[in-house]
């Protein structure tokens, strides 16, 4: 319940301080509001599915998540959000003390998602690929969502993973391909996840 807390109260001061920044006493308003509305269903989803244990472990990368990492959590959260409008449900089993938020529906039936420390439509299959994630955002904290969408659009424009990939496996012979065979398994926080755990799409 205390980390709970405590992570709604961090989204509502950052939601205020951003705010506030932006636009003054009005936005330091709007933005505890857009704080509350974000980190009111996180801070439930971390307290009711008791995501971080009371041990070392849980108090550290609680901490971790929400102060160098909190760019990363904060996205999560409104990811989370989104799922929860969606009537989602929230995956308490697996959350618990996990450190990771899971939701059971994904965004799509094909794929896991991972923003943040919110995994949507993983299973134990596929866990670890996504937990490499969640690891990589708390290693390169307020860098890692940045660098991962520099390199899409990198990769978009110009796919110079074209030079490595397996075309004989894995052809690129329609547009969709091209991103869900190409530009996807080859950024680097993909590449990195499917090394450890799972094969890319062909």
Do not use: K
């Amino acid at each position: 319940m205390v980390f709970g807390i405590i992570s709604a109260a961090v989204h509502i001061v950052l939601g205020a301080a951003l705010g506030g920044w932006a636009g003054g006493t009005l936005g330091l308003l709007i933005g505890a509001v857009a704080g509350l509305l974000v980190g009111g269903p996180f801070g439930w989803a971390v307290a009711s599915a008791r995501v971080y244990g009371p041990d070392a472990r849980g108090v550290w990368l609680f901490v971790v998540d929400h102060t160098w990492s909190l760019l990363n959590t904060a996205v999560g959260a409104v990811y989370l959000a989104v799922h929860l409008i969606f009537g989602h449900q929230l995956d308490r089993t697996t959350s618990q003390h996990s450190c990771r938020v899971n939701v059971v529906e994904g965004v799509s039936p094909r794929y896991a998602t991972t923003i943040g420390t919110v995994c949507a439509g993983s299973n134990a299959g596929i866990q670890r690929h996504e937990d490499v994630h969640i690891f990589q955002g708390r290693l390169l904290g307020p860098l890692y969502i940045p660098l991962v969408l520099l390199n899409y659009v990198l990769f978009t424009i110009a796919p110079v993973w074209l030079l490595w990939h397996d075309h004989t496996n894995a052809p690129i012979n329609r547009f969709t391909r091209y991103f869900e065979i190409g530009v996807y398994p080859h950024v680097w926080n993909e590449a990195i996840a499917y090394r450890i755990q799972g094969t890319p799409p062909r």
